[in-house]
């Protein structure tokens, strides 16, 4: 699978045919990528973990998976995938477009349930795994039934596919407990949001702090002050890894020079960008492209 396809900050690429948004990948890291750093999208996504186990963030909050565990992306949550020490983790991606599940006129089922989700006015469960939830097995029979019915796509596999989706939806929200509340920190969400944005659409340019701070309608000492405690990182090594991540994906898809990926990559002094992707990577960018192509 091609990570530059599957992988994008705020993703736009339309998955699966446009009439039925729903679509499935199957992943490995770090065979096919090493990281999927975070980002959001409009669409939902389930992460189904197969075998080994990784490192998941959701809102910006780290979460330790394995084998069998089921995570549940809603529109908008920033998310990320990490490899964990050096174990390799597979997964089935599902990512599926929220039209699936209503229809374009007043709809009572998005109204009363959905539009909770998209708008974050209520806190779902997002990883369910057998030890801790109750009604796991449930959840894992509803996609493992959509997954049995892509292997062959029979006539009106659409129709099988949605009742899935329902009944995952309808387990879910009659778990709910009473006093669901809304998401926190969403304000601070919704910020941080930004801030990745403007680094996808501008990583490869100059940005520095004076420039984010603006953007926020921070002063630069709150903002380095608000993005560390979130991101628990300062923002110029965040900036610096996003770069790093941009430039691996550059030396597997493209035959272009490492002194030409560097400069693609944002980083305009090639010695620093050497002993930079050589500490994260444990190796130089000649040797990374050798052993992963």
Wanted: net charge negative.
């Amino acid at each position: 699978m091609n990570i530059l396809e599957y992988e994008n900050y705020e993703e736009k690429k339309a998955h699966g045919d446009d009439s039925f948004p729903y679509i499935t990948y199957l992943c490995t890291i770090p065979l096919d990528f090493t990281s999927v750093p975070t980002h959001w999208h409009n669409e939902y996504e389930i992460i189904y973990i197969k075998k080994g186990a990784g490192i998941i963030s959701l809102d910006l909050d780290y979460h330790h998976v394995k084998s069998g565990d089921i995570i549940l992306i809603v529109p908008g949550q920033l998310h990320s995938i990490e490899q964990k020490d050096n174990e390799t983790m597979e997964y089935e991606n599902i990512i599926f477009g929220s039209e699936i599940l209503t229809s374009k006129h007043n709809d009572f089922c998005y109204n009363h349930f959905f539009s909770s989700l998209t708008k974050r006015t209520v806190q779902v469960p997002t990883i369910f795994n057998a030890s801790t939830c109750s009604y796991y097995c449930d959840i894992a029979k509803c996609i493992d039934s959509a997954d049995e019915i892509c292997k062959t796509f029979p006539h009106g596999y659409q129709l099988a596919i949605k009742s899935y989706l329902f009944q995952m939806f309808y387990i879910i929200f009659t778990n709910l407990p009473k006093d669901t509340t809304p998401v926190k920190r969403k304000k601070s969400l919704d910020k941080m949001k930004l801030i990745i944005k403007y680094v996808e659409n501008n990583y490869a340019d100059n940005i520095t702090i004076e420039d984010m701070a603006r953007l926020c309608d921070f002063s630069q000492s709150h903002f380095m002050k608000f993005f560390k405690n979130n991101m628990e990182v300062s923002f110029i090594e965040y900036l610096n890894n996003y770069r790093l991540t941009m430039a691996s994906r550059l030396l597997l898809s493209s035959s272009s020079s490492i002194i030409a990926i560097a400069m693609e990559s944002g980083f305009d002094n090639l010695s620093y960008f050497n002993r930079l992707f050589k500490k994260k990577y444990e190796m130089t960018p000649s040797e990374f492209r050798r052993q992963y192509m």
